[in-house]
């Protein structure tokens, strides 16, 4: 099949969505099949590319992430015969969220060409606490996000707490939920203490303190206000934050504050592994990706009970905490408490089986199995009604 793989960014700006399309990109090529990446310019320096892969970088405006922390890139008019000869030469367009301009355009296009469309969706309403962020927000998920579920040829959840928030949408088939997969060659347990305590003084992380470990970008929905209040209310604990953004913790003038920029892959599960909780007070979000690289590499978390609910089997392996419409020092409270209860926990009994729930080749495999359908001429695929969004059937197992 020829593949069209559409996301806001490349993994080059490193955030959860734009890592998991490249790799189901990379897995769809390793699978034999021929794919096309395409997404915005912005954040594209550096980044890396495996042998094979065909990304298509469109020009895009990046003001609003560079202003507000609003990771939205704004194609340029040129971009649009790109996307439209991308969809053109594509059996099957596979999108990674809805709300994008550019995902709209390839949208748009494959329904004018008679493309099928895959909409994975990764991320429902997000509460900002700007109300006219929030407003926006909710009219475009209104006006945008959930037509295009509708009208999608089918729609994939990556959790029951995303899929729930598009509760009375009719889909064209049953939706499906398919989990993120993690690469346990990269991301696993520490071999024993000897090794994380190497690392910590590789990162000049302090030995005889614990150590809690924030990934993601440095904006408002990641929870960094609370973050910030729980840094000061935690002074025993060292908190390390590894990524990028407006609200950096550099300028928090807190000297329990670490702060690491540019790690990705072994690097960044080293220091999941040096840490003795990792900590995600986020909103709005399904079932982040650095989740479960934390559980992988055996380090506890502490999350939103939102994204505690992300999947059954995370019950008694997470610290659910409420954020959401909360009072910024009685969450940070909270966090500070459930961090303490974390580290405290026998490492051993933190281990999920990361590697038996969330494989990228089987991911790959689901979503595959989805294209392949969807490939069939008109007449071939089985027949489906338009229904109410119900629980989504499992294709995780």
Same mark, same amino acid.
């Given at each position: 099949?020829?593949?069209?793989?559409?996301?806001?960014?490349?993994?080059?700006?490193?955030?959860?969505?734009?890592?998991?399309? *490249?790799?189901?990109?990379?897995?769809?090529?390793?699978?034999?099949?021929?794919?096309?990446?395409?997404?915005?310019?912005? +954040?594209?320096?550096?980044?890396?590319?495996?042998?094979?892969?065909?990304?298509?970088?469109?020009?895009?405006?990046?003001?609003?992430?560079?202003?507000?922390?609003?990771?939205?890139?704004?194609?340029?008019?040129?971009?649009?015969?790109?996307?439209?000869?991308?969809?053109?030469?594509?059996?099957?367009?596979?999108?990674?969220?809805?709300?994008?301009?550019?995902?709209?355009?390839?949208?748009?296009?494959?329904?004018?060409?008679?493309?099928?469309?895959?909409?994975?969706?990764?991320?429902?309403?997000?509460?900002?606490?700007?109300?006219?962020?929030?407003?926006?927000?909710?009219?475009?998920?209104?006006?945008?996000?959930?037509?295009?579920?509708?009208?999608?040829?089918?729609?994939?959840?990556?959790?029951?707490?995303?899929?729930?928030?598009?509760?009375?949408?009719?889909?064209?088939?049953?939706?499906?939920?398919?989990?993120? *997969?993690?690469?346990?060659?990269?991301?696993?347990?520490?071999? @024993?203490?000897?090794?994380?305590?190497?690392?910590?003084?590789?990162?000049?992380?302090?030995?005889?303190?614990?150590?809690?470990?924030?990934?993601?970008?440095?904006?408002?929905?990641?929870?960094?206000?609370?973050?910030?209040?729980?840094?000061?209310?935690?002074?025993?604990?060292?908190?390390?934050?590894?990524?990028?953004?407006?609200?950096?913790?550099?300028?928090?003038?807190?000297?329990?504050?670490?702060?690491?920029?540019?790690?990705?892959?072994?690097?960044?599960?080293?220091?999941?592994?040096?840490?003795?909780?990792?900590?995600?007070?986020?909103?709005?979000?399904?079932?982040?990706?650095?989740?479960?690289?934390?559980?992988?590499? *055996?380090?506890?978390?502490?999350?939103?009970?939102?994204?505690?609910?992300?999947?059954?089997?995370?019950?008694?392996?997470?610290?659910?905490?409420?954020?959401?419409?909360?009072?910024?020092?009685?969450?940070?409270? @909270?966090?500070?408490?459930?961090?303490? +209860?974390?580290?405290?926990?026998?490492?051993?009994?933190?281990?999920?089986?990361?590697?038996?729930?969330?494989?990228? +080749?089987?991911?790959?495999?689901?979503?595959?199995?989805?294209?392949?359908?969807?490939?069939?001429?008109?007449?071939?695929?089985?027949?489906?009604?338009?229904?109410?969004?119900?629980?989504?059937?499992?294709? @995780?197992?």
């Amino acid at each position: 099949m020829r593949l069209l793989v559409v996301s806001a960014y490349f993994d080059s700006h490193r955030g959860g969505i734009e890592i998991v399309a *490249g790799r189901l990109a990379q897995e769809f090529r390793r699978a034999g099949h021929s794919v096309a990446w395409l997404a915005s310019n912005a +954040a594209y320096a550096g980044a890396s590319a495996d042998e094979g892969d065909r990304r298509v970088a469109i020009p895009a405006f990046n003001g609003l992430e560079d202003s507000l922390g609003l990771p939205f890139p704004i194609p340029a008019p040129t971009s649009l015969p790109t996307i439209r000869r991308e969809v053109e030469h594509a059996d099957v367009v596979m999108l990674h969220d809805c709300v994008y301009p550019a995902n709209i355009a390839a949208f748009l296009a494959a329904r004018w060409r008679g493309k099928p469309v895959v909409v994975t969706q990764h991320i429902g309403v997000v509460p900002y606490r700007n109300p006219l962020l929030r407003g926006l927000m909710k009219l475009a998920m209104r006006l945008v996000t959930r037509p295009m579920l509708a009208a999608a040829d089918q729609v994939v959840f990556i959790s029951d707490i995303t899929a729930k928030a598009f509760a009375g949408v009719r889909y064209r088939r049953p939706p499906r939920l398919i989990f993120n *997969g993690v690469d346990t060659d990269v991301f696993h347990p520490a071999r @024993d203490g000897d090794e994380r305590a190497a690392v910590r003084r590789k990162l000049g992380l302090p030995p005889d303190r614990p150590v809690a470990l924030f990934v993601g970008r440095f904006v408002e929905k990641k929870g960094l206000h609370i973050l910030r209040e729980a840094a000061r209310l935690g002074s025993d604990v060292t908190w390390v934050f590894a990524g990028w953004g407006p609200l950096d913790p550099r300028g928090w003038d807190l000297p329990n504050v670490r702060v690491h920029s540019g790690l990705a892959g072994s690097g960044l599960a080293s220091l999941y592994r040096a840490s003795d909780a990792f900590v995600l007070p986020s909103t709005g979000e399904g079932f982040p990706l650095v989740v479960q690289e934390a559980l992988a590499c *055996g380090v506890p978390v502490v999350c939103g009970a939102e994204t505690a609910q992300a999947d059954e089997r995370l019950t008694g392996l997470v610290h659910p905490i409420v954020t959401e419409n909360r009072d910024r020092a009685e969450a940070a409270s @909270d966090v500070v408490q459930a961090v303490r +209860a974390a580290i405290a926990e026998p490492r051993r009994d933190r281990l999920a089986d990361v590697a038996g729930w969330y494989s990228w +080749a089987r991911t790959a495999r689901h979503h595959l199995d989805l294209a392949h359908t969807l490939a069939q001429p008109a007449a071939d695929r089985p027949a489906t009604a338009a229904a109410p969004a119900l629980r989504p059937a499992r294709t @995780d197992r």
